[in-house]
């Protein structure tokens, strides 16, 4: 994974916080939330098959943007874009 990209992430959240974006409080309250993940097992098809690019490594994602880490931060990501 080298440094460069926990770096990069780094420094994304951290300017998203001391802008007023909660990016690890709201990542974690819903990676938390047992109704998140009860809707996700209700919904979870796993014959499904995505294309290889969505499951390679993106951005700050090691295990690609489909991971649970992407989802539960989309929120806080999408609140740092207007920054």
Known sequence: EGIMKPMARRTLIN???KNGVAWRDIAE???NEPAVKQA????????VEYPEYYLQPFHAYA???LCWQAAVEAEPATYSMAL
Do not use: Q
Request: charged share 35%; glycine share 12%.
């Open 29 to 31: 309250e819903l990676g």
């Open 40 to 47: 996700f097992a209700e919904i979870e098809n796993k014959s």
């Open 63 to 65: 295990e690609g943007n």
């Open 15 to 17: 300017t998203a916080e």
